[in-house]
């Protein structure tokens, strides 16, 4: 798993290695709009929202970004429902 905050330099580290070695990179992450509030490490109903979160991802074939993009521009999109 990759921190927040070193997240970005990361990605574009493992991204710049598989360009290298002429691999496909494909990249799954947790958008700005999951707005799960988390009160302690690892509290189930956030456990539970993130993974509802990811099956709305599957199921709208979303769950992979094929981009050179690192994640700080990555954008927010809509990609989970208001409300939820």
């Not at 598989?18 to 700005?32: E, H, K, V």
């Not at 199921?59 to 409300?83: E, F, H, I």
Request: include cysteine; charge should be positive; aromatic fraction near 10%.
């Amino acid at each position: 798993m990759l921190l927040h905050f070193n997240g970005g330099r990361d990605i574009s580290r493992i991204y710049l290695t598989a360009q290298r070695n002429r691999l496909d990179f494909c990249l799954s992450y947790i958008a700005s709009n999951f707005a799960a509030v988390r009160n302690e490490p690892f509290e189930l109903a956030c456990m539970r929202a993130l993974s509802d979160y990811g099956m709305h991802k599957v199921l709208a074939d979303r769950a992979w970004v094929a981009s050179s993009q690192t994640a700080g521009a990555l954008p927010a999109t809509a990609d989970y429902p208001a409300g939820r």
